[in-house]
């Protein structure tokens, strides 16, 4: 019998907790958790209990896939690579590069999505390469970037319990959190005051000293009309306000349309809540806001995140430890996919592809030269489908077919390519399109790296061989990169694309596997070997160099309900389920707490519709419609309607809208008007 403990990385959420996974003569038998990881410190919530047990699922894909006559049928790498190739080459050839658009994962290793978006640039030609951050905080990577210079969190996780004053908007940090939901409760029972603000009664705000139950989708006003009490109040930071940003008596004639009355109104949150909170976060010190997916997934994304910063600069709660701005990065390497450059304006770094020196120092490493236009978004990859411009997709560990907005419009659009391929570790609702299907190995079956939301970098170790004939992403992409010609993809190791991903991306250059394996704990920026990483950002300095605030204007949401749809349908998650449930519905412990969808009504509004608890619902957009099960509660808003996104059967993105923020392109998920009715059962 031989028992092995291998240190690795949670394939779930952004918090980056380690765990052993226990090998059992060459098979996993459990997780242990690992007390001297600084985030979990031996503590696991469910997900991560089980992580295990997809791993291991009968259904895991084993061998490669070809559709013929409309099938799908087993066969060998070498075909599958041969038809990749020559379809690939083909519909380059035909229509150019920027005819093919890949999808690249917040699932996969840092090294899978450096290897995925040099592959789109460097082997095909195109910057036509994007995945699901932008789905879910590419608002927060264009709005903080703007205000401070860095799109990411400001501290560190440890930070959050050390803090005075903890807002919260727009993230159900216990749920989708829970290692950082913990430390929120930690740092209250330390003395920290919390402020919750959320369009829902999430189970933060049983802990919260004022919850502020707004309308979804009203961010702006709210926090404008915090900053009006706080500049009326006298409670802004003034010195830090002259000596470190910039556009400040613009911003603070904007704020003057912002009082408590109007805010009421607008928010429907009362006055008196209002001012206790302003006056809570600006009389504090170590003030900090952590937000996520409530702020973010709208057409204002970027005006809110924006919003956000311009709270933090106006009362100095930014640039020093236990202070700042944390938006809380959702999947487990959604943070590290972004620093790859799996997106379609920037290299590795958020080097942008317009800046010469940038485009000629990867062009030199890469031997090639490399495409010069920013590329399409997910959305607009669906888009330039339907309209028939797009004509191939590469999908890498992502599920359209139930993480986009508007899904009937993703099926046609999937429909209208000539060639897709989907790189999986399950048949996933998005592979059921695919041309090719290729068997991925899961995390616990490869080398590599995940970056946690809070900038850490950490290791992904091999427990056990990956089943069947399935390969690790990187060798995959490797493989085919070498088929179509390329003299660049010849790696022995993940190890060794994380040595050029060190060469090429500055705030990574002091990151390295032999630090890493010693246990160091690395958080970007990391300049050199010398380096210790960076805790916490912007001290004495923005990235920018001056904090920028912004003048911002409260705008409706893109579809607001009417006669024929008078609910407004929020989006959200569940703590039990992680995404799109390719891998948590696989675990029949979660699937036991959380089997399907439901949708959460207020009482008041079940009466009217003579709803009772369980009843089955039509639930219907303008884009689509589904049967669901009702939720009674009054923990959501008469008016309002929630649904959580993670199951095809009842797909809540189906109905939701996928009209986008202008500047980030992010769809507004949290936002759309549907209409509720009962399903009568003769
Ligand atoms: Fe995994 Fe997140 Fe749970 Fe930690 S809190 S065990 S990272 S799902």
Same mark, same amino acid.
């Given at each position: 019998?031989?028992?092995?403990?291998?240190?690795?990385?949670?394939?779930?959420?952004?918090?980056?907790?380690?765990?052993?996974?226990?090998?059992?003569?060459?098979?996993?038998?459990?997780?242990?958790?690992?007390?001297?990881?600084?985030?979990?410190?031996?503590?696991?919530?469910?997900?991560?209990?089980?992580?295990?047990?997809?791993?291991?699922?009968?259904?895991?894909?084993?061998?490669?896939?070809?559709?013929? !006559?409309?099938?799908?049928?087993?066969?060998?790498?070498?075909? =599958?690579?041969?038809?990749?190739?020559?379809?690939?080459?083909?519909?380059?050839?035909?229509?150019?590069?920027?005819?093919?658009?890949?999808?690249?994962?917040?699932?996969?290793?840092?090294?899978?999505?450096?290897?995925?978006?040099?592959?789109?640039?460097?082997?095909?030609?195109?910057?036509?390469?994007?995945?699901?951050?932008?789905?879910?905080?590419?608002?927060?990577?264009?709005?903080?970037?703007?205000?401070?210079?860095?799109?990411?969190?400001?501290?560190?996780?440890?930070?959050?319990?050390?803090?005075?004053?903890?807002?919260?908007?727009?993230?159900?940090?216990?749920?989708?959190?829970?290692?950082?939901?913990?430390?929120?409760?930690?740092?209250?029972?330390?003395?920290?005051?919390?402020?919750?603000?959320?369009?829902?009664?999430?189970?933060?705000?049983?802990?919260?000293?004022?919850?502020?139950?707004?309308?979804?989708?009203?961010?702006?006003?709210?926090?404008?009309?915090?900053? #009006?009490?706080?500049?009326?109040?006298?409670?802004?930071?003034?010195?830090?306000?002259?000596?470190?940003?910039?556009?400040?008596?613009?911003?603070?004639?904007?704020?003057?349309?912002?009082?408590?009355?109007?805010?009421?109104?607008?928010?429907?949150?009362?006055?008196?809540?209002?001012?206790?909170? =302003?006056?809570?976060?600006?009389?504090?010190?170590?003030?900090?806001?952590?937000?996520?997916?409530?702020?973010?997934?709208?057409?204002?994304?970027?005006?809110?995140?924006?919003?956000?910063?311009?709270?933090?600069?106006? *009362?100095?709660?930014?640039?020093?430890?236990?202070?700042?701005?944390?938006?809380?990065?959702?999947? #487990?390497?959604?943070?590290?996919?972004?620093?790859?450059?799996?997106?379609?304006?920037?290299?590795?770094?958020?080097?942008?592809?317009?800046?010469?020196?940038?485009?000629?120092?990867?062009?030199?490493?890469?031997?090639? &030269?490399?495409?010069?236009?920013?590329?399409?978004?997910?959305?607009?990859?669906?888009?330039?489908?339907?309209?028939?411009?797009?004509?191939?997709?590469?999908?890498?560990?992502?599920?359209?077919?139930?993480? @986009?907005?508007?899904?009937?419009?993703?099926?046609?659009?999937?429909?209208?390519?000539?060639?897709?391929?989907?790189?999986?570790?399950?048949?996933?609702?998005?592979?059921?399109?695919?041309?090719?299907?290729?068997?991925?190995?899961?995390?616990?079956?490869?080398?590599?790296?995940?970056?946690?939301?809070?900038?850490?970098?950490?290791?992904?170790?091999?427990?056990? #061989?990956?089943?069947?004939?399935?390969? &690790?992403?990187?060798?995959?992409?490797?493989?085919?990169?070498?088929?179509?010609?390329?003299?660049?993809?010849?790696?022995?190791? &993940?190890?060794?694309?994380?040595?050029?991903?060190?060469?090429?991306?500055?705030?990574?250059?002091? $990151?390295?596997?032999?630090?890493?394996?010693?246990?160091? $704990?690395?958080?970007?920026?990391?300049?050199?070997?010398?380096?210790?990483?960076?805790?916490?950002?912007?001290?004495?300095?923005?990235?920018?160099?001056?904090?920028?605030? *912004?003048?911002?204007?409260?705008?409706?949401?893109?579809?607001?309900?009417?006669?024929?749809? &008078?609910?407004?349908? *929020?989006?959200?998650?569940?703590?039990?389920?992680?995404?799109?449930?390719?891998?948590?519905?696989?675990?029949?412990?979660?699937?036991?707490?959380?089997?399907?969808?439901?949708?959460?009504?207020?009482?008041? @509004?079940?009466?009217?519709?003579?709803?009772?608890?369980?009843?089955?619902?039509?639930?219907?957009?303008?884009?689509?419609?589904?049967?669901?099960?009702?939720? $009674?509660?009054?923990?959501? =808003?008469?008016?309002?309607?929630?649904?959580?996104?993670?199951?095809?059967?009842?797909?809540?993105?189906?109905?939701?809208?996928?009209?986008? !923020?202008?500047? =980030?392109?992010?769809?507004?998920?949290?936002?759309?008007?549907?209409?509720?009715?009962?399903?009568?059962?003769?």
């Amino acid at each position: 019998m031989n028992l092995d403990f291998v240190l690795t990385t949670c394939p779930f959420c952004g918090c980056g907790c380690q765990f052993y996974l226990e090998v059992l003569d060459g098979e996993i038998s459990g997780v242990t958790p690992c007390k001297t990881d600084e985030i979990s410190e031996g503590k696991l919530c469910i997900k991560g209990r089980n992580a295990q047990k997809f791993v291991q699922h009968k259904d895991r894909l084993k061998r490669p896939l070809i559709k013929e !006559d409309g099938r799908l049928r087993e066969t060998s790498w070498k075909e =599958a690579f041969g038809i990749i190739g020559k379809r690939l080459n083909e519909i380059q050839q035909d229509f150019g590069p920027d005819a093919i658009g890949f999808l690249s994962s917040a699932k996969c290793t840092n090294e899978e999505n450096f290897l995925l978006m040099k592959f789109a640039r460097a082997v095909i030609g195109t910057n036509n390469v994007d995945h699901c951050a932008r789905l879910c905080h590419a608002s927060t990577v264009v709005g903080l970037t703007s205000a401070f210079g860095s799109g990411a969190m400001t501290n560190s996780i440890p930070e959050v319990e050390s803090a005075d004053c903890i807002f919260v908007i727009g993230s159900n940090t216990i749920e989708q959190h829970p290692m950082i939901g913990s430390r929120i409760v930690t740092a209250k029972d330390k003395g920290a005051k919390l402020i919750v603000a959320d369009p829902r009664r999430i189970p933060l705000a049983n802990f919260a000293d004022i919850y502020l139950p707004m309308k979804p989708g009203t961010d702006v006003c709210l926090l404008n009309g915090l900053m #009006n009490i706080i500049l009326k109040e006298g409670l802004e930071d003034k010195r830090f306000i002259r000596e470190r940003t910039e556009g400040f008596e613009a911003f603070k004639k904007k704020i003057k349309l912002y009082p408590p009355e109007k805010v009421k109104e607008i928010c429907g949150v009362d006055i008196e809540g209002l001012q206790k909170a =302003a006056r809570m976060y600006g009389e504090s010190r170590r003030a900090m806001i952590l937000y996520s997916m409530g702020i973010t997934q709208h057409t204002t994304g970027t005006d809110n995140v924006k919003s956000i910063a311009n709270l933090a600069l106006l *009362t100095g709660n930014v640039g020093r430890e236990f202070t700042g701005v944390n938006p809380l990065r959702g999947q #487990n390497n959604v943070q590290g996919a972004c620093d790859m450059g799996a997106l379609p304006n920037v290299y590795s770094g958020y080097q942008t592809i317009k800046d010469k020196m940038s485009k000629e120092k990867f062009e030199q490493a890469w031997g090639t &030269p490399l495409p010069k236009q920013p590329g399409l978004t997910v959305v607009e990859m669906i888009d330039a489908a339907c309209q028939g411009s797009l004509k191939a997709m590469y999908i890498m560990g992502e599920n359209p077919m139930v993480s @986009d907005p508007d899904i009937n419009h993703v099926r046609e659009g999937l429909e209208a390519l000539d060639f897709l391929v989907v790189q999986e570790i399950f048949y996933s609702e998005t592979a059921t399109f695919a041309d090719v299907v290729l068997p991925a190995a899961s995390f616990a079956e490869k080398e590599g790296t995940f970056t946690a939301t809070d900038r850490r970098v950490l290791r992904v170790r091999k427990a056990i #061989n990956p089943p069947g004939e399935s390969q &690790p992403d990187w060798v995959i992409i490797s493989q085919i990169a070498q088929k179509m010609g390329s003299s660049k993809f010849d790696y022995s190791s &993940p190890k060794e694309i994380m040595e050029e991903i060190v060469r090429l991306t500055p705030i990574y250059g002091g $990151i390295s596997y032999d630090r890493l394996d010693k246990g160091e $704990i690395l958080a970007w920026p990391c300049h050199n070997q010398d380096h210790p990483g960076t805790k916490f950002l912007h001290k004495g300095t923005f990235t920018r160099g001056k904090g920028r605030f *912004t003048p911002i204007d409260y705008k409706d949401p893109a579809e607001l309900p009417d006669k024929e749809f &008078p609910f407004i349908l *929020t989006t959200g998650r569940v703590m039990f389920q992680y995404h799109t449930g390719t891998m948590t519905r696989k675990i029949s412990s979660l699937e036991r707490e959380a089997p399907t969808g439901f949708i959460e009504l207020n009482p008041r @509004d079940a009466q009217r519709l003579k709803l009772g608890q369980g009843d089955k619902v039509m639930a219907k957009s303008r884009r689509g419609e589904i049967v669901i099960n009702a939720f $009674i509660t009054d923990r959501i =808003a008469p008016g309002v309607v929630f649904i959580p996104f993670h199951f095809a059967e009842c797909a809540a993105n189906q109905l939701t809208n996928s009209r986008l !923020d202008p500047e =980030a392109k992010i769809p507004e998920f949290k936002v759309c008007a549907v209409d509720v009715s009962k399903i009568e059962v003769r």
